[in-house]
């Protein structure tokens, strides 16, 4: 009998950089906690700021949207951007994902959440996400209860 085990300290999610995600047609963000007070250091400077923990799923292209099949998922993804944790922070324990695009604030140099998503990626995005929640209720249907 052989078994796997980890090799590596798994640190956990890849931190979101919403400049690689500025043409994807849609995302998905389910915010799952806020990490509050996290440090950060750039070039020398130390601050502290709130980091937004999501699930993130990606549907970079035309192809994503028609066939309802995310480009990826980025599982435990970090969101550090201050515009976008003010955002992502509303949505935590909500149980409703967050169906946006990220771009740049017209006149400014950050990014922001772009809720006006046209109907038909919107369409396609809960066609995922319908079909995603009930195969996870069929595949735990049977599961045993620990309580």
Do not use: W
């Amino acid at each position: 009998m052989s078994c796997t085990f980890a090799t590596q300290k798994n640190s956990g999610g890849a931190f979101f950089k919403p400049g690689d995600h500025s043409a994807d047609l849609a995302l998905m963000i389910e915010p799952k906690n806020v990490l509050e007070n996290q440090r950060n250091e750039y070039q020398g400077d130390v601050t502290f700021r709130d980091v937004v923990v999501a699930d993130i799923t990606v549907f970079r292209n035309s192809q994503n949207i028609e066939t309802q099949s995310p480009f990826e998922v980025i599982r435990d993804g970090k969101i550090d951007k201050t515009a976008l944790v003010s955002e992502a922070r509303e949505h935590v324990g909500t149980g409703v994902p967050m169906l946006v695009t990220v771009g740049k604030k017209p006149g400014k140099n950050y990014y922001v959440f772009n809720f006006d998503v046209p109907a038909d990626r919107v369409t396609a995005v809960a066609g995922y996400y319908t079909n995603r929640e009930a195969a996870l209720a069929e595949a735990t249907a049977n599961a045993p209860s620990f309580d």
